[in-house]
């Protein structure tokens, strides 16, 4: 189960450095909300703004002998994970998502 685990983390981190080195990211998200504004969805009132963590491998058994430099250790209740953080800003009354953006694990989440 813990090989499972360290190829999913992998493919997660090998899609997240295509998206980026791309930029695909942030034209799937411009695109996502010029479709919900083509609609007429868009934000009116308040914003809900939470952060979730994405794992990344600890391991520095790759070819180049060390850790994503992006990735950071952060401590949530007792357990310490090591990622980074996705910031996601949602509409209060609809629920739809206005605004995305990724942070080294131990940035606090206020400077978001």
Not at 26 to 44: E, M, S, V, W
Not at 70 to 83: L, Y
Not at 90 to 106: K, R
Request: cysteine-free; aromatic content about 6%.
């Amino acid at each position: 189960m813990l090989n499972i685990e360290k190829a999913r983390e992998a493919a997660v981190l090998n899609f997240r450095h295509f998206l980026e080195s791309h930029k695909l990211g942030q034209k799937l998200f411009d695109t996502i909300q010029n479709h919900l504004a083509y609609h007429g969805l868009r934000l009116q009132e308040g914003s809900i703004i939470d952060a979730g963590i994405i794992s990344a491998p600890t391991s520095t058994k790759n070819k180049e002998g060390k850790r994503d430099p992006e990735m950071h250790q952060t401590k949530k209740g007792n357990e310490w994970h090591f990622g980074m953080k996705m910031h996601i800003g949602v509409d209060e009354s609809l629920g739809l998502t206005h605004s995305i953006s990724t942070t080294p694990a131990n940035e606090h989440d206020i400077v978001q």
